[in-house]
């Protein structure tokens, strides 16, 4: 079967990633049981410049087809923040419990209308330490007043979607994975990484 490395570690986006990607009948592997991974620093200024990064690295240690994403929180009350530095918005350690404590006690006396944020994802398509291509994907929402929602994961128990007036979190998986930012983003590069597997 023909194998995509995703450029992570984390076994929610992964899961994420398997299922919007399941009809193209291709493995999808994260990182674990490819031994010592090169460790990448996320230091770029942009979703698109960290993406690519994590995907010219991996796909030249790995010699497969990698798609590496960068994705976060622009908060428009908070000037765009988290952005880039959406998963250690709160400390050096991930701690998504911690960021969304945050991120409400940032935006706290904020009303409804001024709460307005996107979720947006970069993702690059690599091989053998050549970038293919690079697509975007955005949602549109805002930030809640608490955290609800028990599924997803990051900002999904306070991001939340105007159609459906529920957060991520409390939507789940089947409905996240057809609006989501990543999935806008994967949908536009099956196309490229169908291509790309094919060569």
Do not use: W
């Not at 076994?11 to 299922?19: G, L």
Request: charged letters at 35%.
């Amino acid at each position: 079967m023909r194998e995509v490395v995703v450029a992570t570690r984390n076994r929610h986006k992964v899961k994420e990633i398997r299922k919007i990607l399941g009809d193209l009948k291709v493995k999808v592997s994260s990182l674990e049981g490819f031994g010592k991974i090169p460790e990448v620093v996320e230091d770029k200024k942009t979703f698109e410049e960290n993406a690519s990064k994590k995907a010219r690295i991996i796909s030249k240690f790995t010699h497969r087809l990698t798609i590496a994403d960068d994705s976060g929180l622009e908060v428009d009350a908070l000037g765009g923040k988290p952005g880039v530095r959406s998963a250690r918005f709160a400390g050096k350690e991930q701690d998504y419990i911690k960021n969304n404590k945050k991120l409400l006690k940032a935006l706290e006396g904020i009303p409804s209308r001024n709460r307005r944020a996107r979720f947006v994802c970069a993702i690059s398509i690599a091989k053998d330490g050549k970038v293919l291509g690079v697509v975007n994907g955005a949602c549109a929402g805002k930030i809640s007043f608490e955290m609800k929602g028990k599924t997803g994961f990051g900002y999904d128990p306070v991001f939340v979607s105007p159609r459906y007036g529920k957060t991520f979190a409390e939507l789940g998986p089947k409905i996240k994975n057809r609006i989501s930012h990543r999935y806008r983003a994967l949908k536009k590069a099956k196309g490229a990484i169908k291509r790309f597997l094919d060569n």
